[in-house]
């Protein structure tokens, strides 16, 4: 038995030489199409060429071959875009695997929220808001995009509803009978008591 | 590959991902202080109207202002 493992092991190391690369390492695609260009003004020389969607996006910057000196942040909620292409010089996300510090040219990740503090460092200023649950994705370039469903500044919280709502949970979790219930009320308690950890610390 | 990794609580409840996240993003508004509080949640108020087809013609529709729990 273990004579077929160890012969199922090199098979195995000599794919990943063929891995694709990251979408940050491949060059931009060209934003204008050449052979389209020339045809329209061949036809209609006094009309601009219409632009396509490909035109008006930024193509993400190329991995530099040293690290920079700046982390670029792209903030984003729903409704709002707190942070667009700011560079600082160092975020701590709440991931779901703890307090994640992220620096310029930190490996490319992707990492899942929990509800938590998201702290910006810029200088000798730092900015802090309460996560409640989304994606960070950090790209090779020193790009990092954090996506939050809802996210607020941590003096628009209120402590008294926090306590509240966390003794609420707490007596729901002790009283609830399906799984789907003990589920919401084991959210609640994690929540807020993020949310109290947040406020208190 | 590790396809039968630990699963969070609320999947294993049966929950999917969009369900946990839109419950901690309401609980969290429902903290805020009182001016963004009541902000947060007129943000999130949805108008939808239902109409029940029966026999391939729809219904009378319903008018429904939720708030954005379920």
Request: hydrophobic share 40%.
């Amino acid at each position: 038995m273990l004579g077929r493992a160890s012969m199922l092991l090199p098979c195995r190391s000599i794919l990943p030489a063929r891995a694709r690369p990251f979408s940050t390492d491949l060059p931009a695609a060209p934003s204008a199409d050449a052979t389209f260009t020339e045809a329209w003004t061949k036809v209609i020389p006094n009309m601009d060429p219409p632009k396509t969607p490909l035109s008006f996006m930024q193509p993400r910057p190329p991995t530099p071959s040293s690290i920079p000196s700046k982390l670029t942040v792209n903030f984003v909620l729903p409704y709002a875009s707190e942070l667009a292409t700011k560079e600082v010089d160092m975020v701590i996300v709440p991931a779901t695997t703890g307090q994640m510090g992220v620096l310029p040219g930190h490996v490319a990740t992707i990492a899942e929220l929990k509800p938590g503090v998201l702290s910006v460092h810029e200088g000798s200023e730092m900015t802090k808001y309460f996560v409640s649950s989304g994606f960070v994705f950090i790209h090779a370039n020193s790009f990092a995009d954090i996506i939050a469903v809802e996210a607020v500044p941590l003096d628009r919280l209120d402590v008294n509803l926090v306590q509240k709502g966390l003794a609420e949970f707490t007596s729901k979790l002790s009283s609830a009978t399906t799984d789907l219930e003990k589920a919401e009320a084991q959210i609640g308690i994690d929540v807020h008591s993020a949310l109290n950890s947040a406020l208190t610390g | 590959m590790a396809s039968n990794a630990a699963v969070p609580f609320w999947r294993a409840a049966g929950m999917t991902y969009i369900t946990y996240s839109n419950i901690c993003a309401n609980l969290v508004r429902n903290c805020l202080k009182e001016p963004y509080k009541t902000e947060a949640l007129s943000r999130e108020k949805v108008h939808f109207s239902i109409s029940k087809w029966t026999d391939g013609k729809p219904e009378k529709p319903t008018l429904r202002s939720d708030s954005p729990e379920e």
